[in-house]
């Protein structure tokens, strides 16, 4: 009667640790999935125990073992998530003024950016413009100088040129 309790309990105790697994996994994919390592550890703790006594008992382990691969994956990613968390306080931490006020400093510093950005394209654009002035103005006393020469010019090298100002 013994090996059955024995046997039955470390069944529930996989299957504990992989529903604790499965769920820490789910967790773990979201936005707040640091907190998955709370059944992540737990999980890991039952699935050892649970492959240790199947090991003692000569037992079968794969689900335990499913459990254990699963709950080491949440695991991790949970405390990938963490890692991310907290660089991410830190660095926002050092962006702070010393009121710490980090939405404005933030907001302030990425106008900046963005006004430098707009200027930047805009002295371009003025390049590119007073350029394309110069040309139109150079194809236009060109087209004068032809039109005073009438008798040298044709009439279709005229319309030429005019298609081309046109454009």
């Known amino acids: 009667m013994t090996t059955t309790n024995q046997n039955s309990s470390n069944q529930a105790m996989g299957i504990i640790a992989i529903v604790l697994g499965v769920i820490a996994l789910l967790i773990s994919f979201t936005c707040l999935g640091f907190i ?17 006594r199947a090991n003692r008992e000569n037992k079968p382990r794969g689900l335990s073992v499913a459990a254990l691969i699963i709950s080491i994956i949440a695991t991790f990613i949970a405390v990938i998530w963490l890692v991310f968390i907290s660089s991410a306080a830190i660095i926002g931490k050092g962006l702070a003024d010393e009121d710490g006020d980090l939405i404005e ?4 510093k990425f106008r900046k950016v963005i006004e430098e950005e707009i200027e930047d394209n805009i002295e371009d654009d003025m390049e590119d413009m007073d350029e394309a002035m110069e040309n139109m103005e150079d194809k236009l006393e060109e087209l004068e100088e032809d039109l005073e020469n009438k008798d040298s010019i044709k009439t279709e090298d005229a319309e030429k040129k005019l298609e081309e100002l046109e454009d």
């Open 36 to 52: 998955a390592l709370i059944p992540g550890v737990f999980a890991i703790i039952l699935s050892a125990i649970a492959i240790s």
């Open 105 to 108: 400093v933030f907001s302030d």
